[in-house]
């Protein structure tokens, strides 16, 4: 733990914040595009006398990243640089994110305090679980890991088995796992009669990069027997660790020193009141070679009110209530598929997987909700089949206001793979036909 | 560069090579294998009074290193291990390979060194077309570029577009890639209409991990407008980073500071003199976690006699011949498949893949080669065809002095990957069948 950031009273990191956001202003400038946006507006460090002085500024947005695409965010000459990830932008464009090696440091440092946080220690193995490559989950945990000093497992994503080989060799005690491959590994290990708790050292979960409920944490925790730590992170702002949750697990610090955070109802980008549900709005405080101002980051959620058990000043941010993207439209209703899984996960019945399928029959939006159950119900008789079916439409009825039609179906039948999960497939889009 | 190590005098670097054997094998007998091994043997660094000495102390194998998995080769207390690296072991049993930070950074320095031997300077775009995690090749590389302060993308293996793509827009300039992705990319460059003489800025490519011979460098060479450093390294002695070439391109400098080598006759298991063929036999010299001693690698090789031009001290191997283990022997003769690569490679209709194939008929062995030719000949008549089949056929007679069957196949007709390629298919296993 760096005492000397986490605990800094609020006033003290006000000021780190102001002075860092100051310098900020002042080196983004040197960058084509927020050079031109400051011949265009006229502000530069100078005019930001206090926090609140950052709602001069324009908001960034990924059009801006992908417009500006590959150099037009750089702040310094390319032979400074050392790392580069591009988001593979599922919906266009790619864009582009340029590290120096300071900014390597800086983010291996935040995320060894993330690991730090949730009690793991030199002496740990650290599985991880996650893709490499291009897709900063990978090198941002490993860096993070290596540097906290945990003997790091640099497992790649998917081969369940060889997973659960290197778990059960290296005694692994923390892994870091997207949701939906935490999933897939409960099934494999039950095919396989591995008991994680009987057969692993597992203890610690660090989970993101898909939004997910508390109940698939639940899930997660009552099979593998680890206390299951929510991250969050975006490759634009580094990458993950840009806010963790602490074992009071109740929200994730936001690491505030880092990131100047703004929550801004989406329509009006006006700014919500801590509680509120808005868009998150990050501004990098202490990055080198590409800082954004006031990105737009599209995630959903809040600040929780109040302060934390463990100390931290660092704001709390709620788990991500879905993506502006994610979020659908049917029957004039905005449904964001994180919700239609609060509900699943809380069945018994439900089991791993669920995929919201949207159509239009007759000029008439339709929504399915495609549900495996689990393997002991799916031999049973067909009329508790028909309760189960009536249970789960009731209650998502009851969450979203809509009606849905639910189709149950066989354990482990719906497309899967070990990257991330596909949870809503719309075929309403008329150029899809 | 570090001319404190890279231009020492043969006489100080066998000084220093001397003071870190001793201090490895002291090192060594911390472990259980090395420890029980010592006290078998009464071997202590005390009794190494020169680097002949070395000859006093057994070998190390694959299979010691299998039968000790997975911490029997550990020097240092798990809390002061950063890192985990699995050879995954197509034969059997995982071998495990520990690093502590200082290995980490040793190997990093090493790999940096390689990389800057090429000519790779900041400013540089090294786009790392390698697979990470569990595989040395990616991260190995990967912490070298960053060390050396390249521009690094770590692009992974696969993804053929993307990687052109990766190419055009960031200007790559070096890149690492394994010889058999390299021949595919030529085949989607082609198809696409791409030229990276005239559209990318290549200049450098590191190829290793799969042995490839001269006429496939030309190849690469030809094609892409890049030179091409010859990499060699393995899981065990850290990963890349053992071996490179220089701008001689004639042999790869062995970083004799960091690792004592020896050629031994794979029989006999006697030196053999510089110049003959045989096994290439390592020891660390400056490995913190887990030391290894006499460990013989099974690649074929030899030392390259005469001094480089470059003024490297560090003596040079030959590219590696193959391994003990890809050997055939078919009708009473020792084939390695890179012999068939050789006389494939230097006939210009011949195309970027074959495949070797053995089988069994009426108790006598046959060797087919299936080979792809070019598009530009397929099409042409039968009788041509029947030209470059005995054509190929006679040279690889002349080259093996066994007479095997050719069968010309369609261009991307054999099965390939994105990873290590398939040369060799041996039907003969009863067990097989």
Known sequence: MDPGVEL?????LEALQLERLRRTVRRAA???FYGARARQYGIDGERIKSLEDIRKLPFTTKQDLRDAYPYGFLCVERQHLVRLHISSGTTGQATAVFYTQRDIDRWADLMARCLYMTGARPGDTFQ???????FTGGLGFHYGAERLGLLTIPAGAGNSKRQIQLMRDFATTVIHIIPS???RLMDVMTEMGVDPRRDLQLKIACMG??????????RVEAFFGVEVYNSYGLSEMNGPGV?????ARNGLHIWEDAYLVEIVDPATLEPVPDGMLGELVLTTLDREGMPLLRYRTKDLTRILPGDCPCGRVHRRLDRIQGRSDDMF???????FPVQVEQVLMSIPEVGSNYRIVLDRENNIDTMTVQVEVTDRIFVEDMRHLQRIQNKITRELKSELLVTPRVELVEPQSLPRNDGKAVRLVDHRNPYNT
Chains 1, 2 share one sequence.
């Open 128 to 134: 991880n679980l996650s893709g490499y490559g291009l």
């Open 243 to 247: 806010a963790f949750e602490c074992p």
């Open 8 to 12: 800094l009273g609020r006033s003290d």
């Open 30 to 32: 040197r960058s084509p």
């Open 329 to 335: 439209i049917i029957k004039g209703v905005n449904i």
């Open 181 to 183: 491959f935490a999933l």
């Open 209 to 218: 990069a898909e939004p997910y409920s508390e109940e698939v944490r639940c």
